[in-house]
């Protein structure tokens, strides 16, 4: 069998990361068993679809490197297509006109209110003829079987099945004379040769009377898994309102599209107790045999414990290029400073995402007018007059270092403490914060070898004033 999946958004919302693992899931069923991939857009309720969450969509998919064999098809765009199958159906009375009118309606709905009944279309005119006048107002409503059972073999949570009362006549076409949701998801994935379905468990109770649409058409009926749904960290269903699901959040903030595909893969799925997998792993290993059948919550540690991971091992050029854009953003300018495969090395380690590194790196590349001032108080203007003299030696040792190396900045370092009788612990702190202007940075020989020679001094040289200054101002108090 030729396997075909696809990933249906609907463009009322911008891409979150429940919509996102179903893409996920989709793509890897696909491209594990040789199949393709179809992308198609939802979009046929006009009033909640926009542009912007289409665009959002698109970019999202794509930033996450989930590439699609056909599409986007867009359903407004078959439209025709839709209404002539409703037309056939009409013809082959599996499906009919329905003229209630809202008044009818909304009393029935009272009624079975009352009556404590779910609320359920009555097939008041599903055996009436369709010659009515066709200039009434009418909608065209599904003609589902009254009886039998609908069994489908759910490829996550095993076999599932719907009495057919439970399933009232669906309207497929409105009144305004377009089709509606749950009839254009049956034409495309027919049309679109669509083999296995896979998405939310929110879509379950559609499945049965897709299932039903297909049979009355005579189309192939796909394979169905529905993905147990994500929920936030106090238990509650991720909302697409909820900014931090966005997967363009993830961008913005920092994360790699190979860390939250691998997140997402994890939440849900599992092989082994394995954490890490590369796409290729990902295809290889994916079956919808081992997805959870309950619901999984979002772990924002694992997710940046993931990232770095990969800020780590994947291809330093591949983490540059998405390290530059959030560079670009911040308006850091790397010509002046380490170059950025050094950059990562530099900061990889301490940094789980990469607004993590940009928001620490300024130091390496622009000079900063103060010093962060509680690492000023803490270690400039209480610094001893020891702590003058070493960084003083220090100033001058570096000023005449020819070879600029870690090793040798790390032995003058050393040496100047040994010749004070100083511990290294006491001159690193205020060092660090002459020359990076706070109190963190990597291991202070490597951060002043980033930072260069010239720079490095003029710091020292700043911070030496500072000291002065602020001890000047003390014996005048
Ligand atoms: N358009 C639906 C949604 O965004 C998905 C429908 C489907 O996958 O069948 O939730």
Redesign the pocket.
């Given at each position: 069998m030729n396997i075909k999946t696809?990933?249906?958004?609907?463009p009322?919302g911008c891409l979150h990361i429940g919509?996102a693992r179903?893409a996920l899931y989709s793509w890897l069923f696909a491209r594990k068993n040789n199949g393709q991939f179809v992308l198609?857009i939802?979009d046929t309720d006009f009033e909640r679809s926009t542009q912007e969450a289409n665009t959002d969509i698109i970019n999202s998919i794509k930033w996450l490197n989930l590439d699609w064999d056909e599409g986007p098809y867009y359903q407004t765009k078959r439209f025709d297509r839709y209404n002539l199958v409703i037309n056939q159906m009409l013809e082959t009375h599996n499906a009919y006109k329905c003229f209630c009118t809202k008044q009818r309606l909304d009393g029935l709905r009272e009624y079975q209110r009352i009556n404590g009944e779910k609320p359920h279309y009555d097939g008041h005119c599903r055996n009436q003829c369709n010659n009515q006048d066709d200039n009434q107002i009418h909608v065209v409503r599904f003609r589902n079987p009254q009886k039998g059972l609908v069994i489908f073999d759910d490829q996550i949570r095993g076999p599932i099945q719907y009495h057919n009362t439970e399933l009232d006549d669906l309207i497929i076409r409105r009144s305004d004379g377009t089709p509606t949701?749950n009839f254009c998801?049956v034409i495309d994935?027919w049309d679109m040769k669509i083999t296995h379905?896979?998405?939310?468990t929110?879509?379950i109770n559609?499945t049965p009377r897709?299932i039903n649409i297909l049979k009355s058409i005579g189309a192939p009926i796909p394979h169905y898994a529905h993905l147990p749904m994500i929920l936030d960290s106090d238990g509650k269903k991720l909302s697409k309102r909820h900014g931090a699901a966005k997967v363009s959040w993830y961008r913005d903030q920092g994360y790699l599209p190979e860390a939250l595909l691998n997140y997402l893969l994890r939440l849900g799925w599992s092989y082994g107790n394995k954490e890490i997998f590369n796409i290729e792993e990902m295809k290889q290993y994916f079956s919808l045999n081992t997805v959870n059948k309950s619901a999984s919550t979002i772990n924002s540690k694992k997710l940046k414990w993931l990232n770095q991971h990969y800020i780590n091992n994947l291809p330093v050029e591949y983490v540059s290029s998405h390290l530059q854009k959030h560079l670009d953003n911040k308006k850091i300018n790397i010509h002046l400073g380490p170059r950025l495969d050094d950059l990562i090395k530099l900061l990889g380690k301490r940094c789980t995402t990469l607004t993590d590194i940009t928001d620490s790196c300024r130091y390496f590349y622009e000079e900063f007018n103060e010093f962060d001032s509680h690492a000023a108080t803490t270690y400039l203007s209480s610094a001893s007059e020891e702590t003058r003299l070493l960084l003083g030696s220090i100033y001058i040792k570096l000023s005449i270092l020819h070879n600029w190396t870690e090793e040798a900045i790390k032995n003058i370092i050393k040496s100047c403490a040994d010749r004070l009788l100083v511990s290294i612990e006491k001159v690193a702190m205020p060092l660090r914060v002459a020359v990076t202007g706070q109190i963190k940075s990597p291991a202070l020989h490597v951060t002043i070898h980033a930072i260069g020679q010239a720079r490095t001094l003029s710091r020292i040289e700043k911070a030496l004033i500072y000291i002065v200054n602020s001890q000047n101002q003390k014996e005048y108090q």
């Open positions: 696809r990933f249906a958004p609907s009322t919509g179903t198609r939802e949701y998801v994935d379905v896979i998405r939310g929110d879509h559609n897709q």
